[in-house]
């Protein structure tokens, strides 16, 4: 496994990072387990997370089942850099109730005591904002960060789905108060949607960040999804949901039915191809992977090595030409 830097840190990590959503709603503890097993065993370091996940009544299920395998031993916790999130409620039904959600500093507090029981540590290194909080200056925000760190309980603060002004809003923030500020951007990047190329990765670059794709199979859009579809297996995606919203643009159908030619040409698979790419993209740390089975992340690992040609760089620029170069990009 290829590792980098986590943006101007000197924290080492590995260029691909294994999610964990789909542990507990999709995969029992003893799946989760194993994949985890195997994807430190293959080298990957990096295990990111989040207090909501488990998601409904079973909030926290996702934490709790990272806490159980860490409590397997064989130094477990000291290879992994691992990274949970705060902003969503962890109520278990529809009721709210202030401060137990966003980011005041007593509900990141809050949340934090509650994070490091679930996943069985004493410290968490990357503590992320899941999104921003429009109600809660990055003054306070960041006041509450200071308090964890000088505590020990986090080493460093990222955020997730953030806009271009917020990452400046916030480390030009934290810069004032002498702090390192954001370590890397969570964001939705992947061939089919690169919006982020406008203004959410150049800020990050402009300010060291390092930069974590989710969804970078677009949801199952760049998995194959038109070939399953015609085999008539693993297609009820194709026929619920976002990807079949997505799959009645008629545009966006020819792209992916493109793209799949194209892959399918060069004798690859659609999905690793996909992750591969994002291994290419200026800035990128590693996009997140998130594997419901054992042969799933056997994919993801073969895209981290899978070293894509300049003639297939063009051609899919071809198909996904994404936004270009800001300013000109906002050009009508």
């Not at 895209?303 to 894509?308: C, D, F, Q, S």
């Amino acid at each position: 496994m290829e590792y980098t830097q986590l943006g101007r840190t000197g924290l080492k990590v590995s260029r691909l990072v294994l999610g964990t959503m789909n542990f507990g709603p999709q995969t029992d503890e003893a799946g989760s387990h194993a994949i985890m097993d195997a994807a430190l065993d293959a080298g990957v370091n990096v295990f990111d997370t989040a207090n909501v996940y488990g998601w409904g009544e079973n909030k926290g299920r996702t934490e709790e089942i990272i806490g159980s395998w860490f409590a397997r031993g064989a130094e477990r916790r000291d290879k992994v850099v691992l990274a949970t999130k705060v902003y969503g409620s962890m109520h278990r039904s529809a009721e709210t109730w202030p401060n137990h959600d966003r980011l005041s500093a007593l509900s990141i507090r809050r949340a934090v005591e509650a994070s490091l029981r679930r996943l069985n540590t004493d410290h968490i290194d990357v503590y992320q904002f899941h999104h921003i909080d429009r109600d809660t200056p990055f003054e306070e925000i960041w006041q509450a960060v200071d308090v964890l760190i000088r505590q020990g309980k986090i080493l460093y603060a990222a955020s997730s789905n953030f806009p271009g002004y917020k990452i400046a809003q916030a480390n030009e923030t934290a810069a004032r108060r002498g702090m390192v500020g954001l370590v890397s951007e969570q964001c939705l990047y992947n061939l089919a949607e690169r919006r982020a190329e406008m203004e959410v990765i150049p800020a990050a670059r402009d300010y060291g960040l390092g930069i974590i794709p989710w969804s970078p199979l677009g949801g199952g859009l760049l998995g194959g999804v038109l070939r399953k579809e015609r085999e008539g297996g693993g297609g009820e995606r194709s026929r619920t949901g976002q990807v079949a919203k997505a799959l009645a643009d008629p545009v966006l159908r020819g792209r992916i039915q493109a793209y799949e030619e194209l892959v399918d040409k060069h004798g690859l698979a659609p999905g690793e191809v996909a992750l591969a790419w994002l291994l290419t993209r200026p800035g990128v740390t590693g996009p997140i992977t998130g594997p419901r089975t054992a042969e799933q992340l056997d994919s993801a690992l073969r895209a981290a090595g899978l070293e894509l040609g300049d003639e297939l760089l063009e051609e899919l620029d071809v198909i996904f030409p994404g936004p270009g170069p800001s300013p000109e990009a906002f050009a009508w």
